[in-house]
């Protein structure tokens, strides 16, 4: 009789173990894995083909034996000087409960109180610290180095019991500061006692949360939960309880048929007669930023949950603009926002989604509201969009003002103008990358009106144009880009400019802005713009190299001082009017066979021009002309000029008035270009000075421009050719050209 009794004994422990046994859900010991981690100098991180990951930022592995990674197949932390985190792949035990977690944690050597181990599961994304394990820790650390009494904790297995949830992930985090200390982690284990109940596949399909109060839809009123059984046969809903969202309990005998789609919304009477089950909630609302919403069966399981957010990957369509989200396709993660959709074009009497019935397909077009062919019913892009053309430039800006002029802070800019033969509405356009600036609510730009943009508004207001100040940035003194948005978001204009050789150097830090020389030319070429000729720019008005200055015969936008290119051999038409020897010297040939030449003996000579339709005084004047000294000797008190403008044919009278440029007037013997105001036959002021000393058998170009408010620009090429003008000054006449005629 006994020992029948403990052989029953024993089989009914046998079956009581097999009725509750432990599975394995997820195991690592680290075999086979020797190097993967991270080690120093860089660190070097390889966690290529591992079922884990590691972040190092916190630490410092700055010698090639400070490491934190498999060693010996365990994961050890060796002198790793801060915070480095060990984390494993995402685990599923979604079909368990009572999930345990265990793990065998060692410290070598002599740690201190600074060094640590936390460990951390992560339940669906929440992290949990384990705490003070077994006393060895704190309240803030699973184990600590030195504690109790300036002992180590050699080897503790740390667990955790009754997890549950859908993913689970462990996070270790190690700190320990000297090369005879390792900290190591291994034979993580993940079990189960036992299995998640069964619960019915009831979805959460579509949600309308923030209906289109502007258009009558209050949310009070439209906004609504569907539900969908997923599952072949009927599903008793009696007691399921919604417990995060809104609250409220289906009564008794409530039934979701297999495939049919039921609605909880704020007020029943809105949805209700039209052929599906509507339930009103009891209390709460519908959260217009996103929320979670959950719905437990009559056993407190969750049955469904979603967290719903009104920004990408969620459609934004939804949020106060009419349709529901709904889910695309029925079965898919509906916690992914790119696994939804909205849509308001299903035919419906009303713009707010589809309750009670199969979601609408997503509409597929152009989805951008800034094009002609936006269509509101699409949610999936095509790339079919096509955008207007708007004759709106960014016409000129100013980047890097000189110290003369002010700062940065105060005088920076962006122009932009429309050339085209109508007036265009700017409201909510934006100028971006560069500065944040959105353009204010019905602001519009005028057909031929130039618009300012600046960092102090103040600087340019008052001037007769509009100006507005950005709301934050700067203009990259280096370079950057600059776009011009329309309201739909779409580019308008964009360019991207830089400091170096391609762009107008001069822009840089000497005064002036950088301008467009034609403004319906491509912007995004280089070769497209110049410095202006005019100190600051001209902002708020026409660049400096369209100002229309008159007609002399020769252009219709600058009159050019250029009178002969000496070609034919012939100056019968230049006046020697002292000192002799000028000719047209086919052997000494500048640009072309021929050039004006005076080789004679010492002494004062000129000859002049007679350009009887000039009128110096109209300003926006251009004179441009190659020259080439000989074996002259800048000491001796040599001087050459060339006269932009006299008033006498007699360059050499002594009441002559003009402006001249040359080098040596002032016989200062430097031998620098200077340009001068000359008055009764003697200079009487310099306007600028070129930091050029013209050498012997020095050839250059010249041009020299004369811009609307009295600015002068002399730029000089020094390597003999007419590709290369560098920009000397601006600076402002102190006497304005007097009226003359000759050259």
């Known amino acids: 009789m006994m020992k029948y009794l403990r052989s029953a004994l024993l089989l009914a422990a046998v079956t009581l173990f097999s009725q509750f046994s432990v599975a394995q859900i997820w195991t690592l010991d680290f075999t086979g894995m020797n190097g993967k981690g991270a080690i120093g100098p860089g660190p070097v991180i390889d966690v290529a083909g591992v079922p884990f990951n590691v972040d190092v930022s916190g630490g410092d592995l700055s010698a090639n034996t400070d490491w934190f990674r498999v060693e010996n197949e365990t994961f050890e932390a060796r002198d790793v000087d801060g915070d480095c985190i060990w984390l494993s792949e995402s685990i599923d035990i979604s079909s368990y409960t009572e999930v345990d977690i265990s793990m065998v944690i060692s410290e070598v050597g002599d740690?201190?109180?600074?060094?640590f181990v936390d460990v951390e599961y992560l339940l669906d994304g929440s992290p949990t610290l384990i705490t003070n394990w077994n006393g060895l820790g704190s309240a803030t650390h699973t184990l600590i180095g030195d504690i109790p009494n300036d002992s180590d904790w050699g080897t503790e297995t740390v667990t955790a019991t009754n997890l549950m949830g859908s993913t689970l992930q462990i996070r270790v985090t190690m700190n320990n500061g000297a090369g005879t200390e390792f900290l190591q982690l291994?034979?993580?284990?993940?079990?189960?006692?036992?299995?998640?109940?069964?619960?019915?596949?009831?979805?959460?399909?579509?949600?309308?949360?923030?209906?289109?109060?502007a258009g009558g839809y209050l949310d009070a009123d439209y906004e609504f939960i569907e539900l969908y059984?997923?599952?072949?046969?009927?599903?008793?809903?009696?007691?399921?309880?919604?417990?995060?969202?809104i609250v409220y309990t289906f009564p008794a005998a409530t039934s979701i048929a297999a495939g049919e789609f039921i609605i909880v919304c704020a007020n029943s009477a809105t949805y209700s007669g039209n052929g599906y089950q509507v339930f009103q909630w009891t209390s709460g609302a519908l959260n217009n930023d996103g929320e979670l919403i959950q719905i437990q069966d009559a056993s407190s399981n969750t049955v469904n949950q979603i967290t719903y957010g009104d920004v990408s990957p969620w459609p934004f369509q939804a949020d106060g603009y009419g349709p529901s989200i709904e889910l695309t396709t029925l079965g898919t993660d509906n916690n992914n926002g790119a696994?939804?959709?909205?849509?308001?074009?299903?035919?419906?009497?009303?713009p707010n989604g589809t309750p009670g019935a199969a979601n609408s397909t997503p509409g597929i077009g152009c989805t951008n509201p800034g094009a002609l062919n936006f269509d509101f019913c699409a949610f999936i892009d095509d790339a079919s969009c096509t955008f207007p053309v708007f004759d709106v430039v960014i016409n000129e800006f100013h980047y890097n003002p000189c110290t003369e002029q002010g700062n940065d802070t105060d005088y920076e800019f962006i122009e932009i103008y429309n050339f085209g033969a109508s007036a265009i509405d700017i409201g909510d356009?934006?100028?971006?990358?560069?500065v944040d600036f959105t353009f204010p609510t019905g602001t519009t730009i005028a057909a031929g009106e130039y618009i300012v943009v600046a960092v102090n508004a103040a600087t340019y207001s008052g001037n007769g144009y509009q100006v507005f100040e950005w709301t934050t940035g700067g203009i990259n003194n280096s370079g950057e880009t600059i776009e011009l948005l329309n309201?739909?978001?779409a580019t308008v204009d964009e360019l991207t400019y830089d400091d170096g050789p391609t762009w107008p150097v001069t822009a840089d830090g000497s005064c002036v802005s950088v301008e467009l020389v034609d403004p319906t030319s491509d912007n995004s070429d280089a070769s497209n713009w110049q410095p202006s000729f005019i100190f600051g720019g001209t902002p708020g008005a026409v660049n400096s190299t369209m100002q229309d200055c008159g007609d002399c015969g020769v252009g219709a936008t600058v009159n050019s001082f250029i009178s002969d290119d000496f070609e034919d051999g012939d100056i019968s038409d230049w006046v020697i009017t002292s000192g002799a020897d000028w000719a047209a010297n086919g052997l000494v040939g500048i640009n072309g066979s021929f050039s004006l030449d005076h080789a004679g003996a010492a002494g004062t000579s000129?000859?002049?021009?007679?350009?009887?339709?000039?009128?110096?005084?109209a300003a926006c004047t251009t004179s441009s002309f190659d020259m080439m000294s000989d074996a002259w000797d800048v000491t001796a008190n040599n001087n050459f000029s060339v006269f932009l403008v006299a008033n006498d044919a007699d360059l050499t009278s002594a009441t002559v008035d003009g402006v001249a440029f040359g080098a040596n007037l002032n016989a200062d013997a430097s031998g620098n270009l200077a340009l001068y105001n000359v008055s009764n036959g003697a200079i009487a002021g310099t306007i600028l000075t070129y930091p050029y000393a013209w050498p012997q058998n020095g050839f250059i170009s010249v041009e020299i421009n004369y811009t609307e408010n009295g600015m002068w620009v002399v730029k000089v090429d020094t390597d003999g050719g007419s590709d290369l003008l560098l920009t000397g000054g601006p600076a402002v006449a102190s006497v304005n050209p007097v009226e003359g005629q000759y050259f």
Not at 234 to 244: E, K, M, P
Not at 606 to 617: E, F, K, Q, R
Request: charged share 20%.
């Open 111 to 115: 740690h201190e109180a600074s060094d």
């Open 186 to 213: 291994d034979d993580i284990v993940v079990t189960e006692s036992g299995v998640a109940p069964v619960v019915a596949d009831i979805q959460i399909t579509e949600v309308h949360y923030n209906p289109d109060d």
């Open 229 to 245: 059984n997923a599952e072949t046969t009927a599903v008793d809903l009696s007691d399921y309880t919604f417990t995060q969202g």
């Open 339 to 350: 696994n939804w959709h909205s849509y308001n074009c299903q035919g419906q009497p009303t």
């Open 429 to 434: 356009w934006q100028i971006a990358n560069a």
């Open 487 to 489: 309201d739909g978001g």
């Open 606 to 617: 000129s000859v002049s021009y007679d350009m009887n339709c000039l009128n110096a005084d």
